[in-house]
């Protein structure tokens, strides 16, 4: 069993940058596929980036977000972060984290064991 919460998301200008951070807690992330979605209200929830057990961070990116965003984990502090640059008011959304116990990055929210409760980030313009 895996526990994650996400923190760090706000309300940030155009342009500005975030970190989000996801700890974990009860097993370590580094056995886990760790993935980030996003969610914006009243659409569904969509892939922005995530990384394999073997990966240092992140290795797929959604390409709305490719080149701005880099996801990285500290299995040390046993945290995956999302590291959010250039944001555009269209990247406003509820973050979340999610651990699947898969091999691959999946890009749908299928095959994930764990999901943390999410963090608001809100880009204005």
């Known amino acids: 069993q895996v526990q994650l919460v996400e923190s760090g998301g706000g309300l940030v200008q155009a342009g500005g940058s975030l970190r989000l951070s996801c700890a974990a807690s009860?097993?370590?992330?580094?056995?886990?596929?760790m993935t980030w979605f996003r969610q914006a209200p009243g659409k569904e929830r969509e892939f922005v980036g995530g990384?394999?057990?073997?990966?240092?961070?992140?290795?797929n990116f959604a390409d709305s977000v490719k080149g701005r965003f880099s996801i990285s984990r500290d299995n040390d502090k046993n945290t995956l972060y999302l590291q959010m640059n250039s944001l555009k008011p269209e990247d406003t959304a509820v973050y979340y984290c999610?651990?699947?116990?898969?091999?691959?990055?999946?890009?749908?929210?299928?095959?994930?064991?764990?999901w943390g409760q999410g963090t608001q980030v809100t880009v204005s313009s």
């Open positions: 990384g394999t057990r073997w990966s240092n961070g992140g290795t």
């Open positions: 999610a651990a699947s116990k898969g091999l691959v990055v999946r890009t749908t929210t299928f095959g994930y064991d764990y």
């Open positions: 009860g097993r370590t992330i580094s056995t886990y596929t």
